[in-house]
């Protein structure tokens, strides 16, 4: 506390108002709390702690009260009718869509075609196994193939190497902002 009175003592510019002007490292109050100013500035909140820094606080307020469960809500306002545990299990959703594929992890995930049926849609970290065909591949007869995504975190910048494992062909492209580049085969036998 030596420190704040020390503050307190060579930097107090009073009791804080909006139209003045403070430097750094002014200490103002207001009520029972203290501040000291981080930043040159006038009119900002002191609870900006762009700004501000309280020093001290005021005396801590009295408990409050528990408020209602969700339980107890879902009784008093939806009218539920039945235990905890029903009230628990009835938020319980129906099944959702089968979601994204997850994160490269080591494994080859499997594409539903349905849900991708365009590589452009193949943005995310992963290997996949493709099983049908989907538009925008460098073949259209190849019915079963795996890809390789590499990304950046903000998914502007995406690589995709296809494998075609029939013809034991691999092919490259790339998206930056937003627009594909072309195809090209990579395989070079001797």
Do not use: C
């Not at 060579?10 to 200490?27: A, F, H, I, L």
């Not at 109050?29 to 006038?42: E, P, S, Y």
């Not at 196994?129 to 910048?157: E, H, R, W, Y």
């Amino acid at each position: 506390m030596r420190t704040i009175d020390a503050l307190l003592k060579t930097n107090y510019r009073g009791e804080y108002s909006p139209e003045e002007m403070y430097k750094k490292m002014d200490v103002v109050t207001n009520g029972h709390d203290a501040f000291l100013v981080l930043i040159d500035n006038r009119g900002h909140n002191l609870r900006n702690t762009e700004y501000f820094m309280a020093l001290s606080k005021g005396d801590k307020g009295d408990p409050g009260t528990n408020g209602k469960s969700a339980y107890d809500l879902a009784v008093e306002y939806e009218g539920f009718n039945g235990t905890v545990k029903d009230f628990l299990n009835s938020l319980k959703g129906d099944k959702g869509d089968k979601g994204d594929p997850g994160q490269l992890n080591g494994l080859v995930n499997d594409i539903a075609i349905d849900k991708y049926p365009d590589a452009n849609m193949l943005t995310a970290k992963n290997i996949y196994a493709i099983s049908g065909t989907q538009k925008n591949l460098p073949k259209d007869n190849v019915m079963s193939s795996f890809m390789m995504v590499l990304a950046s975190t903000d998914g502007k910048t995406v690589t995709q190497l296809w494998f075609d494992p029939v013809n034991v062909e691999l092919y490259v492209r790339a998206k930056t902002a937003d627009t594909w580049s072309d195809w090209r085969w990579v395989t070079l036998w001797n």
